[in-house]
């Protein structure tokens, strides 16, 4: 049996493919688990992730076919592992950039608002669907994906089930770049070389501290910024970083 996720290590470059063509790559426990076992303990070496999808399909959601009825408690449960896989991704430290097409949609939509740089070829398809089957978002889209678009906007969203293309994604935030088909594995690999290149503390502090800083006053977010700032400003990369700009070279980080 293929397995559900494939993985591809190029360099400091890891690439995770959602493997289930027949299903549009829609999220099942076990490629959920095989996800998260990934960014709980990711390979040495391993600086920045791509995500992607396969077949046509970034990931169509949750895989109704595969719903187990549940209580209430393991209702909450459920959604509450999602959270959790869904902040290990964010937060592992690991810069993760998605590079989508097709279906997006639902929890395939929840986790690419999870990482940090979202690439979209004009297949895209941005949907929550939720509303058309009865149920309501439970992978953390009230949060994340709320934040990109607003509470108004997502419940709107909701409302009406509306299709948003990658051209209106582009214009709302849920996605960074457009390009062209077949294009966006392409860009993301790009990126990922490129965002490997930085300090490793650097691109820590920016997952670390941003969205964290968004949650707070404006008095604590600002304190919370200069403590990031001293660390990472009185780190060796800082120091090589420094010294490569006045000796005009690339610098050479740990």
């Not at 209580?71 to 592992?81: L, P």
């Not at 009230?142 to 108004?152: K, Q, S």
């Amino acid at each position: 049996m293929d397995p559900v996720l494939i993985i591809d290590i190029d360099g400091p470059v890891a690439t995770l493919t959602m493997n289930r063509p027949a299903k549009r790559n829609a999220m099942c426990d076990e490629l959920l688990d095989a996800i998260d076992g990934f960014f709980s303990a990711p390979p040495k070496g391993v600086r920045v992730v791509i995500l992607t999808g396969t077949a046509g399909h970034f990931c169509s959601g949750l895989d109704l076919s595969e719903h187990v009825a549940r209580d209430a408690e393991g209702t909450m449960r459920h959604s509450r592992n999602w959270h959790r896989v869904m902040d290990v991704i964010q937060m592992s430290g690991l810069p993760v950039v998605s590079a989508m097409f097709g279906a997006v949609i639902g929890g395939g939509l929840e986790l690419a608002a999870s990482t940090h740089v979202r690439i979209a070829e004009p297949s895209c398809i941005f949907q929550l669907p939720e509303g058309r089957r009865g149920i309501f978002v439970g992978g953390g889209a009230t949060v994340r994906v709320g934040r990109i678009l607003g509470a108004d906007r997502m419940c709107e969203m909701m409302l009406t089930g509306r299709k948003f293309d990658t051209d209106e994604g582009l214009a709302m935030g849920l996605t960074h770049y457009a390009v062209g088909e077949g294009e966006a594995l392409i860009k993301a690999r790009e990126l990922a070389h490129g965002i490997a290149k930085n300090a490793s503390l650097s691109n820590y502090m920016m997952i670390q501290a941003i969205s964290r800083i968004s949650d707070m006053s404006r008095s604590d977010g600002l304190f919370t910024e200069s403590l990031a700032a001293a660390v990472s400003q009185t780190s060796a990369d800082a120091e090589e970083g420094l010294k490569a700009f006045l000796e005009k070279r690339k610098p050479v980080f740990r």
